[in-house]
C-alpha cells in the first residue's frame, strides 16, 4: 500500500508540475528582424568590384528590380555593348540587302545562309553583353528598407556585400524556444516581446515554429546560461511592426502564453 501511495503521490506530483509548467507559458530569449530576415545584397560581379554610384542611402524604401549601385566596371561593359549592337544592326542590314539580291537571282544562297549565321553569332555576342553590363549593377531581388550601407562610392565591396534589405513594414520576433518546451507551442498562441528599448511590451501571435534543432544564437546575461542549449526558432507575427521597424536585431524576452 505504501508503494502504492508513493507512486500515486509521484504521478500526481509530476501532472501538477506540467499543469502549473503550462498555465506559466513558455519564456524565452529572441531577437527582432523584418519579413524573411535581413537580405545582404552583394556585387554580382563578386567580392573586390569598386562602387562608382550608389543610388540609396540607409532608410530608403526601394521596389523590387530597383537599381542600388552602379560598379567600376559599367563604363566598359556598356562601350562594348553599343559596339556589338552596331555590328548585329550592320549584319542584319547586310542580309536583308542579300536577301533583296537573291530575289533578283543576284545574290547565291550560300552568301545569303552566311550572312545568316553572321546576324546569329552578333545576336549572341550581344546578348552576352547585356548579361555583362547587367553584372556591373546591383539591383533590389525584392522591396525592401535599406537598413544599412556596407560600400560607398570609391570603396570596394567586401564579403558583408553593399547594402542590407529588410520588409520593415512586417516585424517579427524569432524565439529561441528550448528543444523540451516546444511540445508546448502552436500556431496561433499570443505572445508577449519585452526589452528596456521598448516603452512597453508588444504582442504578436506564433505563426510559424521551425523544422531545425540548433544552438543558442541569442545569449542572455546570465554567465551560467546554456551556451549550447539546443533551440528551435519560433517565428511570432507582431502586431505593432513600426514599434520596432528601427531595432532590427534588438534582443528581447519572448512570453508565449498557453
Do not use: C
Not at 503550462?22 to 523584418?34: C, D, N, Q, V, Y
Amino acid at each position: 500500500m505504501r508503494i502504492l501511495a508513493v507512486l500515486l503521490f509521484t504521478l500526481l506530483f509530476t501532472l501538477t508540475s506540467l499543469a502549473q509548467s503550462a498555465a506559466r507559458g513558455i519564456t524565452s530569449l529572441g531577437r527582432i528582424e523584418p519579413a524573411g530576415g535581413v537580405v545582404r545584397l552583394a556585387g554580382p560581379s563578386g567580392v573586390g568590384s569598386v562602387i562608382m554610384e550608389l543610388k540609396v542611402n540607409a532608410g530608403d524604401w526601394v521596389e523590387e528590380g530597383q537599381l542600388i549601385a552602379i560598379l567600376d566596371s559599367y563604363a566598359v561593359r556598356k562601350a562594348d555593348q553599343a559596339r556589338l549592337q552596331a555590328e548585329l544592326d550592320n549584319a542584319r542590314k547586310k542580309l536583308a540587302r542579300e536577301v533583296k539580291l537573291s530575289r533578283a537571282v543576284a545574290s547565291s544562297a550560300a552568301t545569303v545562309e552566311n550572312l545568316e549565321l553572321n546576324v546569329k553569332a552578333a545576336e549572341a555576342a550581344i546578348t552576352a553583353a547585356n548579361a555583362m553590363v547587367a553584372l556591373s549593377t546591383v539591383v533590389a531581388p525584392q522591396k525592401g528598407q535599406v537598413l544599412y550601407v556596407h560600400a560607398r562610392p570609391g570603396e570596394r565591396i567586401g564579403v558583408e556585400g553593399v547594402v542590407e534589405l529588410g520588409r520593415t513594414d512586417k516585424m517579427y520576433a524569432v524565439a529561441e524556444v528550448y528543444e523540451t518546451d516546444i511540445i508546448n507551442v502552436k500556431p496561433g498562441q499570443q505572445a508577449r516581446v519585452l526589452s528596456p528599448a521598448l516603452p512597453a511590451p508588444l504582442s504578436g501571435t506564433v505563426e510559424s515554429i521551425g523544422l531545425k534543432v540548433g544552438r543558442m544564437d541569442v545569449l542572455g546575461l546570465d554567465p551560467v546560461a546554456q551556451a549550447d542549449a539546443r533551440v528551435i526558432e519560433v517565428h511570432i507575427l507582431l502586431d505593432d511592426p513600426n514599434a520596432v521597424s528601427h531595432l532590427t536585431n534588438l534582443q528581447v524576452e519572448v512570453e508565449i502564453t498557453p
